[in-house]
C-alpha cells in the first residue's frame, strides 16, 4: 500500500482546524499533547501554525515508555520563549503536577496585571489539543478526576466542545483529535506501531515486520534478550520466524502462525515490555 495516497483531512478535521483557530482568544495558553516515543510524528504540523505564539505547554505524555535522554533532548530542542515541555503519563497523573506551576510561569505577566487590576483568583483556561489516541482523553480525566471526557480508541470520538473545570483552578476546553492532509510513510508507521491509528494501514503481519526492521537499527538487543535469540539476522523475517517459534506461535505442519506472533511483538512494543523505546530523535536521522 502506498502511504502517501492516505488522507486524514475529511470535514470534520476542517472543521476542528477552524473551532481551534476560533477558540484561540477564548484561552489563555495550549497544551499540547504528544507521544513522547514518536514526538515528531505524533504532532500535527499545522498546530504550529494554528497557535502561532499563544503561550503553550508541551505534554511529552507515555514518557516512561521512551529513553529518558532522547526525550531530555526533545525537551531541549522544543522549548522557547513561549513553550514550555514536561514529561508526564496521562494514564498514572505522573508529572500532571507540574501544570500548574508551568502555567504560572508561563502566564507570569498577565498574572501580575490581573494582580495590579484587583483580579487575585485568576482562572486560568487552556485548550488541550493533540491527534487523536496520543492520551488527550486520559490527560482530561486525570486533571478532572473523573470521566468527563468519552475516552475512545478511534479518531473523531470527542466531539463536543466542552469546558472541564479541574481542582487545580484551571478550566479545560478539549477539542476533538485532529490529523492533517498527508502522511510521510515514516509518520504512518510511526503512529500505527504505537497504535495511535488503525492498523489497518497496512496488515498486521507487514506491520510487525516493519516494526523488528526498525528496531533492529538502535535496539536489536532488547529483540535478543525479550525473545531468547541465539542468532539475529539481516533479514526481519528471519528474526520474526525465530521470535515465533521461541514463542509457539506455530500451527499444524509446523509453519509460522504470523498473524498471531505479529500481535505478539506489537502488544509488546506497545506495552513497553521491550523497554523504553524511541522511535525520533531531535535533528538526528532514525534509519
Same mark, same amino acid.
Given at each position: ?16 482546524? /477552524? ?61 522557547n520563549e513561549s513553550t514550555l515541555v514536561l514529561e508526564v503519563n496521562s494514564l498514572t497523573g505522573k508529572g500532571l ?19 495590579e487590576r484587583g483580579i487575585v483568583n485568576y482562572t486560568i483556561r487552556a485548550m488541550v489539543v493533540g491527534i487523536p ?80 526492521? /526498525?528496531l533492529s537499527h538502535h535496539y536489536k538487543d532488547r529483540l535478543i534478550e525479550r525473545y531468547a535469540l541465539e542468532e ?56
Open positions: 500500500m502506498d502511504m502517501q495516497k492516505i488522507n486524514w483531512f475529511p470535514g470534520h478535521m476542517v472543521k476542528t482546524r /477552524r473551532e481551534i483557530t476560533a477558540n484561540l482568544k477564548l484561552v489563555d495558553a495550549v497544551i499540547e499533547i504528544r507521544d513522547a516515543r514518536i514526538v515528531s510524528s505524533s504532532q500535527n504540523p499545522e498546530i504550529d501554525k494554528i497557535i502561532e505564539n499563544k503561550p503553550r505547554i508541551i505534554l511529552l505524555n507515555k514518557a516512561d515508555m521512551a529513553e529518558d535522554q532522547v526525550t531530555k533532548r526533545w525537551k531541549k530542542s522544543l522549548e503536577n507540574a501544570i500548574k506551576p508551568t502555567l504560572n510561569e508561563l502566564l507570569k505577566d498577565k498574572i501580575a496585571r490581573n494582580k489516541n496520543v492520551g488527550k482523553s486520559s490527560f482530561i480525566n486525570r486533571m478532572a478526576k473523573n470521566a468527563i471526557a468519552k475516552v475512545g480508541n478511534r479518531p473523531g470520538v470527542t466531539k463536543n466542545k466542552q469546558w472541564i473545570k479541574t481542582k487545580e483552578g484551571i478550566e479545560l476546553l478539549d477539542t476533538p483529535g485532529i490529523l492533517w492532509p498527508k502522511f510521510e510513510e515514516e509518520t504512518s508507521l510511526n503512529l500505527a506501531f504505537t497504535g495511535a491509528i488503525k492498523d489497518e494501514i497496512m496488515d498486521t503481519e507487514t506491520l510487525a515486520l516493519r516494526l523488528i526492521e /526498525r539475529f539476522s539481516e533479514d526481519p523475517l528471519e528474526n520474526m520466524d525465530n521470535i515465533a517459534r521461541k514463542r509457539g506461535c506455530i500451527i499444524k505442519g509446523g509453519e509460522i502462525d504470523y498473524m498471531r506472533v505479529a500481535v505478539m511483538i506489537l502488544d509488546e512494543f506497545r506495552s513497553a515490555k521491550l523497554g523504553k523505546i524511541s522511535l525520533e530523535w531531535p535533528e538526528v536521522s532514525h534509519d
